[in-house]
């Protein structure tokens, strides 16, 4: 079971069953202390689990980050 | 690389762009075409679960990772009881400013022992899992060697659902 926030990278690897949610890398759960969407997330994570029956399912989670975000390759975070 | 935040961020071309621009030749990523399966053969209730994060994330009381590795295979075996508190994260490919605050937001140990307590999952392995960190370019060792080393793990812990959390 992967949870992703790479959806094109998913899509191409296909691990047997995958969540995507369309958060920033380093945030697959949601934001630090916020317990709801954390459990919230890996609640859908084991529900896919459960109820896949295709290898290859990607889910996408219905979720959104609450603020626009970006990925910069090659800056600096240590 | 940005992106609004209802439109995912389109990885395999902005880090094509961003590489071929240092003059590198265009990256092979994996693509596969097909995917293994594996029936969860029990309810939730009675599974034993455990997790994989990708993240460069250790326990303090563990040598770092390096945060520039290129094709690093090592894989930790953490702890069930760990807290929250014991990780550091070393890792130059994603902000992890967050996660340095709270390991949950991507690595949520405290939830999945919530999980358990409440009885919505049958049970933790006794240890979760931290390697294969990013840029591994030596993609066979991993299939021949490392993958089915840590499978043999899983098995030895009785697993029966891995949650993988790349980053």
């Given at each position: 079971m992967c949870l992703s926030t790479g959806r094109d990278l998913t899509e191409q690897v296909r691990p047997p069953r995958s969540v995507f949610v369309n958060f920033p890398m380093g945030n697959a759960f949601g934001a630090?202390?916020?317990?709801d969407m954390q459990m919230a997330v890996l609640r859908a994570v084991l529900a896919c689990a459960v109820t896949s029956r295709v290898a290859g399912t990607l889910v996408d989670l219905p979720l959104a980050w609450p603020r626009l975000f970006a990925f910069e390759p090659g800056k600096s975070r240590m | 690389m940005s992106a609004h935040a209802t439109e995912p961020i389109r990885y395999v071309d902005g880090l094509a762009k961003h590489y071929g621009s240092m003059g590198h030749p265009p990256y092979q990523w994996t693509i596969n075409h097909d995917?293994?399966?594996?029936?969860?053969?029990?309810?939730?209730?009675?599974?034993?679960?455990?997790?994989?994060?990708?993240?460069?994330?250790?326990?303090?009381?563990?040598?770092?990772?390096?945060?520039?590795?290129?094709?690093?295979?090592?894989?930790?075996?953490i702890p069930l009881a760990s807290g929250a508190g014991d990780f550091q994260i070393h890792d130059s490919y994603y902000d992890h400013r967050d996660a340095d605050q709270d390991i949950n937001c991507q690595?949520?140990?405290?939830?999945?022992?919530?999980?358990?307590?409440?009885?919505?999952?049958?049970?933790?392995?006794?240890?979760f899992w931290s390697g294969f960190m990013g840029r591994?370019?030596?993609?066979?060792?991993?299939?021949?060697?490392?993958?089915?080393?840590f499978a043999e793990e899983l098995k030895k812990d009785g697993v029966d659902l891995l949650i993988a959390v790349p980053a």
């Open positions: 630090p202390f916020d317990i | 995917a293994p399966w594996t029936p969860l053969t029990r309810p939730l209730k009675k599974c034993r679960l455990t997790m994989l994060t990708s993240g460069g994330i250790s326990l303090c009381s563990m040598p770092a990772f390096d945060p520039m590795a290129r094709n690093d295979h090592r894989l930790d075996a690595f949520p140990i405290d939830r999945l022992r919530e999980l358990e307590a409440a009885g919505e999952i049958g049970s933790l392995a006794p240890r591994i370019y030596n993609r066979s060792k991993v299939l021949t060697e490392t993958g089915p080393a």
